[in-house]
């Protein structure tokens, strides 16, 4: 099967700093990544598609300055959170859409704590 | 709108018993309905996939089924393991859009 991997799967981080989370498809060509925040015991929540060479399409309460997403190439994307704050302490998943394939396959997470 | 359905919310079972996990969707047009293992802290894992042609898969010990006339899947785990507690996630993608509808997930927990 695919696989996505998310770099790096923890970090804690202080209060106003920044943070760079990778997410590379290893093995395919993910045309299309999604990034996802998870609360605790709560679902996957949507925040951004992006497509390769083209700005990330944000969904509605995500702030897109807060939030950097590239998409450099068909393997790799990252998301940047700026001026990181408690409450942006969370689970960050990524995951890549296979070109011709309407299947995504998701990255094992990275868990950023913000002190 | 698009939506996903899912239940029970959460399943408490004991080891070696059968369960069977819901998902109604109202998804067009439709493209696959996938199903997804997510263990805690952990990113989800696919199980099955299935188009509007299949109506069942296997897994090993998951079967998916799959009624496109009614929109309805199941999820079936037969003799569960302690390994089996995660939360189960039914996804269900259109066709016409690049994004796909996620339900709440199943949370199940499989007890000695």
């Known amino acids: 099967g695919a696989v996505v991997s998310q770099h790096p799967s923890w970090v804690i981080c202080k209060s106003g700093t920044s943070v760079k989370i990778e997410c590379r498809s290893l093995d395919f060509q993910a045309t299309t990544m999604f990034w996802y925040r998870q609360f605790p015991k709560q679902s996957l929540m949507l925040m951004a598609t992006?497509?390769?060479?083209?700005?990330?399409?944000?969904e509605q309460g995500v702030e897109k300055d807060k939030f950097l997403i590239n998409h450099a190439s068909l393997t790799l994307s990252t998301l940047t959170v700026t001026s990181a704050h408690p409450e942006d302490s969370s689970f960050y998943i990524c995951?890549?859409?296979?070109?011709?394939?309407?299947?995504?396959?998701f990255g094992p997470g990275t868990r950023l704590t913000v002190l | 709108k698009n939506q996903v359905e899912q239940s029970p919310q959460s399943l408490i079972i004991l080891e070696g018993k059968n369960c069977t996990l819901q998902c109604n969707y109202t998804v067009s047009p439709f493209s696959n309905l996938r199903w997804y293992k997510q263990d805690t802290g952990r990113g989800p894992v696919s199980l099955t996939i299935m188009t509007f042609s299949e109506n069942t898969k296997s897994n090993g010990r998951y079967t998916a089924t799959l009624d496109a006339d009614t929109k309805q899947s199941s999820l079936h785990i037969t003799a569960s393991q302690l390994s089996d507690s995660a939360s189960y996630i039914c996804?269900?993608?259109?066709?016409?859009?690049?994004?796909?509808?996620f339900g709440d997930g199943t949370t199940l927990t499989v007890k000695p």
């Open positions: 995951s890549g859409m296979r070109e011709f394939y309407n299947e995504q396959f």
């Open positions: 992006s497509n390769e060479g083209s700005k990330a399409t944000y």
């Open positions: 996804v269900v993608s259109a066709s016409d859009a690049g994004k796909s509808t």
